[in-house]
C-alpha cells in the first residue's frame, strides 16, 4: 500500500505559476507510475500528466501541455507538477495518484490504484 500526500495548492493569478507537490510513504515508491489527475467542480476527474518508474518518460493531457511539467525524486519517494501559464479554467482539486500494475505512463484514470486527498487550486482571472 502507498499513502500519498499532497500539498503546494493555493490561489494565484491568471499567468502565474505553481508548484504542486506529492509525499508518498510506504511500498517501494520508484517501482510505481505516477500520475496527477484534476476534479472541477461538477465535472469528472480528469488526467492532467503521468510519468515512469524512472523519471525518463513522461505523459501530458493536451490541455496541460507545454505548461504543466511533471517530474519525480525516486531518493525522496516524491513527485511534483510545476504548473506555468495558469489559466482560470485550471481552477480544480489537483489529485495525485500512483499505478502500481502498468509498465508505461498512462493516462486511464483506472489504471491508478492508490490516490491522495487533494490540494485545491484556484486560478483568478
Known amino acids: 500500500q502507498v499513502q500519498l500526500v499532497e500539498s503546494g495548492g493555493g490561489l494565484v493569478q491568471a499567468g502565474g505559476s505553481l508548484r504542486l507537490s506529492c509525499a508518498a510513504s510506504?511500498?517501494?515508491?520508484?517501482?510505481?507510475?505516477m500520475g496527477w489527475f484534476r476534479q472541477a467542480p461538477g465535472k469528472e476527474r480528469e488526467f492532467c500528466a503521468s510519468?515512469?518508474?524512472?523519471?525518463?518518460?513522461?505523459y501530458y493531457a493536451d490541455s496541460v501541455k507545454g505548461r504543466f511539467t511533471i517530474s519525480r525524486d525516486n531518493a525522496r519517494d516524491t513527485v511534483s507538477l510545476q504548473m506555468n501559464s495558469l489559466k482560470p479554467e485550471d481552477t480544480a482539486v489537483y489529485y495525485c495518484?500512483?499505478?502500481?500494475?502498468?509498465?508505461?505512463?498512462?493516462?486511464?484514470?483506472?489504471?491508478?490504484?492508490?490516490w491522495g486527498q487533494g490540494t485545491q487550486v484556484t486560478v483568478s482571472s
Open positions: 510519468i515512469s518508474w524512472s523519471g525518463r518518460t513522461t
Open positions: 495518484a500512483a499505478d502500481g500494475d502498468t509498465a508505461q505512463t498512462t493516462g486511464a484514470i483506472n489504471d491508478y490504484d492508490y
Open positions: 510506504g511500498r517501494t515508491f520508484s517501482r510505481y507510475v
